[in-house]
């Protein structure tokens, strides 16, 4: 996967296209992220205990959305670009497809 955890990405589809965020973490297996501020469902809870009936709550959290319907912001640039890979030196970098410059 080509996007990774603290990276600054922009939605390019569904219900919050054109917004920006930061991944908050990856889930590789299912090639899902989950990005801060986007895709926010909410999800009803009720009490587990027979003492707290009225404890009902409604939470707020950010859902994960497919890794193809967001692209990478260059950090240097502030432009959406695709993501290559390099080997420099024996170790393998993540590129900027539009600047060629090492992705940090």
């Known amino acids: 996967m080509k996007i990774k955890k603290g990276d600054t990405v922009k939605v390019l589809s569904g219900k919050d296209r054109g917004k920006q965020g ?7 297996k299912v090639s899902k992220v989950v990005v801060e501020g ?8 009720k009490s587990q205990t027979t003492q707290e009936q009225k404890k009902r709550t409604i939470q707020e959290f950010e859902a994960p959305i497919p890794v193809a319907k967001v692209m990478l912001i260059d950090p240097k640039t502030g ?25 940090s």
Not at 38 to 45: E, F, G
């Open 22 to 28: 930061i991944v908050k973490f990856t889930l590789p």
């Open 38 to 45: 986007v895709n926010i469902v909410k999800r009803h809870k």
């Open 79 to 103: 432009k959406t670009t695709r993501v290559g890979y390099k080997v420099e030196k024996g170790k393998k970098v993540r590129i900027s497809k539009k600047t060629n410059k090492e992705i």
